[in-house]
């Protein structure tokens, strides 16, 4: 498999504390090997989009969510991530998802 990290989600991602960044890759490489992540670490979301799956991290600070989508054959886009705020993914949040999803 391949990871491609979008600017945008890589800028996102930046901003979070250097742990979750480096948890974070760790777990792109886990993908890139073939790896199949499950809860409690990935969920998939096929309600938004088919093939849409979270990664969700967890720490003292906060909870974070890395979105991705298994697309093309042996690809992978990490589409957006963020600091989890609330309880669902809102409106613009799964927008922006969809837009991100529609550029591929």
Do not use: W
Not at 1 to 22: D, G
Not at 56 to 68: Q, T
């Amino acid at each position: 498999m391949n990871i491609e990290i979008l600017s945008q989600a890589e800028r996102e991602l930046r901003k979070a504390p250097k742990e979750v960044i480096m948890d974070a890759y760790s777990l792109f490489e886990d993908l890139e090997n073939g790896k199949n992540l499950t809860m409690p670490i990935s969920k998939p979301l096929p309600s938004i989009y088919k093939g849409l799956h979270e990664l969700r991290l967890s720490y003292r600070d906060g909870i974070y969510r890395i979105f991705y989508i298994f697309k093309v054959k042996d690809t992978i886009y990490v589409l957006h991530a963020m600091k989890k705020k609330t309880q669902k993914i809102d409106k613009k949040t799964k927008d922006l998802l969809l837009k991100r999803i529609g550029s591929l």
